[in-house]
């Protein structure tokens, strides 16, 4: 397991850049609202625009395989694949209108989770069309990185009357996935808001997959009006309707029996608390966008900042980060 001050300075490392291009040039740029064609010359990036601009999408490929698609509506990762393996879920009946939040791979959550009385559930962040601030690029490493921005337009405003510039750097490697937030808070009044990184993993069959890391936190369970609990497993495990927020957990879950039966590495920095989802059959009946057959094939294990909000004064950043490893 990585140690905290290892899995820091990644963090760190990785963010710096973001933060500098985003406090240098956040401010000036509007919102474009329509995407160009753009490719590197190594192949690496592409922006293609689908039948509408609402359902443009960004690729990170770094070869062999192993890609990244982005949907600038809400900045969702629709698909990881690893070596032609796909490790995200994304319903069959998932609606891509550029209006509904899209049902599967991995939402980004700000700045409300869960019901929210002046904005719809999850917040905004994942209904919003985002900015592509840095088109797909090769590093001298070979990895390929990009990045996305949200600002507070009309829209954000309409919910949440805030200033704020939300960067989302994303950074494809051989078997991992990086994921690096910044939330600037540019305006006189400090924010409140709550931030979760919503991965739907693909599974074969939830039943058998584990969940590490929980034991000894207390976790609130949605399914049982919001009652606290503390796990006493090692492992979780899934065989029924599950929607928990367990608190305070630590850097890294490992999953187990994801595609092929491999194990999947979760590790986060600054999102203190990780959601466990499945709607399991009687809920997903329930869910327009979501087949009811689809249940056992996804596990939600969630990364957030939830429980508590994060407090940002005037001028400040919150920074975290997230990054996928297969195993
Ligand atoms: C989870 C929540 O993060 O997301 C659940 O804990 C919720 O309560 C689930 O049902 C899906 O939410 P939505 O809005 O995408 O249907």
């Known amino acids: 397991m990585a140690s905290r001050t290892s899995l820091f300075c990644l963090a760190w490392l990785g963010v710096g850049t973001a933060v500098l291009v985003l406090l240098l040039t956040s401010h000036t740029q509007p919102q474009r609202r329509e995407k160009g064609r753009a490719e590197s010359a190594d192949g690496s990036s592409s922006v293609v625009e689908m039948a509408a601009p609402a359902t443009s999408v960004v690729v990170l490929d770094r070869g062999n395989n192993t890609t990244c698609t982005v949907n600038l509506h809400g900045a969702t990762v629709v698909s990881w694949r690893v070596n032609n393996q796909e490790q995200l879920f994304v319903s069959k009946q998932a609606i891509f209108d ?166 999947m590495r979760m590790q986060k920095y600054n999102l203190v608390d990780t959601v466990v989802w499945n709607p399991w059959i009687e809920k997903a009946k329930e869910i327009p966008d979501f087949g009811e057959e689809e249940f056992p094939n996804l596990v939600c294990v969630e990364a957030g900042h939830v429980s508590s909000p994060v407090i940002l004064p005037p001028g400040t950043v919150f920074e975290a980060s997230q990054i996928l490893q297969v195993m």
Request: aromatic share 12%; net charge positive.
């Open 98 to 263: 550029g209006k509904r939040a899209i049902r599967g791979g991995i939402p980004i959550v700000f700045p409300q989770f869960g019901p929210w009385s002046t904005g719809p559930q999850h917040g905004f962040a994942r209904i919003c069309r985002w900015e592509l601030k840095k088109p797909p690029e090769r590093l001298p490493t070979g990895d390929v990185e990009a990045m996305f921005q949200l600002l507070d337009n009309e829209f954000t405003r309409s919910m949440w009357n805030y200033p704020f510039s939300l960067t989302y750097r994303l950074i494809l490697r051989e078997k991992e996935l990086h994921f690096n937030i910044s939330v600037y808070n540019p305006g006189a009044e400090t924010l409140s808001f709550t931030f979760l990184l919503h991965t739907y993993f693909k599974v074969p069959d939830v039943r058998r997959c584990q969940i590490t890391g929980m034991r000894g936190c207390t976790y609130i369970d949605k399914t049982r009006e919001g009652t606290l609990y503390q796990e006493h497993r090692d492992v979780v495990t899934i065989n029924e309707w599950t929607d928990r927020i367990y608190q305070n957990t630590p850097l890294e879950h490992i999953i187990t029996n994801v595609v092929s039966g491999r194990k």
